[in-house]
């Protein structure tokens, strides 16, 4: 600040000096001869209220609406950001409710083919198991029939083991007959 008054001060001293001695116009300076001061003047303050004027009037106008314009847009701009900004935070909760919806939906049917696969899984054992049942059922009637075929077949082959025994030991007078029912009477009473 001190720095601005003292150039200020310097340059009024120099002026000064200019206008009280006419030391510079006798060598031939007409900017500084003392006579065409009053016309200097004149066109100067013509040339310097023009300038005012078509700034005032015409440049800061346009320098004020381009501020203007610039002023409303980026208004505007703040303005439709702001309501981008909602329209996505609303964009963004739907998509995290579908997506919660969607997972919920998942783990509902994620549950829903389990419960069904374990009632197809429980039937298919129920199933099986009764097959199971129904083929150690048939073994077993398979079993006692062919127990009782074995039984029948041993019992003939005893007796005809029996038979030819006692043929070799020379006891003609014994048929299969005899030796069946002597058999007989040995198994009930032997319990056998």
Avoid: H
Avoid at 23 to 34: K, R, S, T, V
Avoid at 46 to 59: C, D, G, N, Q, R
Avoid at 84 to 106: C, F, G, P, R
């Amino acid at each position: 600040m001190k720095t601005v008054q003292m150039i200020k001060g310097k340059l009024l001293l120099f002026c000064l000096f200019l206008l009280s001695s006419n030391c510079l116009a006798a060598e031939g300076m007409p900017q500084f001869n003392a006579k065409s001061f009053n016309s200097q003047l004149f066109w100067l303050i013509i040339t310097f209220t023009a300038l005012y004027l078509i700034i005032t009037y015409f440049i800061l106008p346009r320098i004020r609406e381009n501020i203007r314009l610039r002023k409303n847009k980026i208004a505007n701009d703040l303005e439709r950001a702001e309501k981008i900004k909602a329209e996505i935070e609303d964009m963004i909760s739907e998509s995290n409710t579908k997506l919660e919806e969607a997972k919920n939906q998942a783990r509902k049917m994620i549950k829903d083919s389990l419960l069904r696969s374990n009632k197809e899984y429980d039937n298919q054992i129920d199933t099986i198991k009764k097959q199971i049942a129904n083929m150690q059922i048939k073994a077993e009637s398979n079993i006692t029939k062919y127990k009782k075929s074995l039984e029948k077949d041993i019992e003939e082959s005893a007796i005809s083991l029996c038979a030819i025994i006692l043929s070799k030991l020379n006891y003609k007078s014994s048929s299969t007959e005899q030796i069946k029912e002597k058999l007989s009477k040995f198994s009930m009473n032997n319990n056998v």
